[in-house]
């Protein structure tokens, strides 16, 4: 789905959590690290208040990595299950088994993108600038897809704290990694 208007999306994966070995709760509700609480406030301050839009997984750490930029910004969290992390590449069931099984992996990955990206588009065109945040197993698969779809470099990995903000002018995107601001731990 290709964006026709000047439109900014920053994607954040969630900032530094508590690990998930030992974590004996729903993943859902596991929250972030103190460190992920610093990178969270260092993401408010470098992203600032010119955004329209804050989308979320519905994950506790996703929604505590935005939330300080929320605050500053005065909007609401928008919370999409699209952006929920994939927790294993299972789905559409019918298109991973069976024959296709050897691409499997594959095929979830792209619905999981394409998931992922529909849910971001619906909010996008009635914003210009969307703050997008989600999980290290979601956000590759999607920039995958839309660099592959725009026909431009995949960009370097972040380290947690970091984003990368995406431009899209006509047919024409534009992607950049930033680190973050705050102890990657």
Known sequence: MFIGANVTVILAPHCASVPRDGWAGEQDDRPLSSAGHEQARALAEAVGTHIDAICTSPALRCRQTVEPLAARAG???????????ASGFDQPAEWVNGVFAPMGEAIAGAWI???AWGALARVVEAARTTVACSHGDVIPLLLAALTGAYRVPVPPLVERGGWYT??????????????GGAANQ
């Open 75 to 85: 909007l609401e969290l928008i919370e999409l299950p699209e952006l929920r992390e």
């Open 113 to 115: 993108a394409g998931q």
């Open 166 to 179: 995406l431009r899209f002018a006509g047919s024409a995107l534009t992607v950049t990694a930033h680190t």
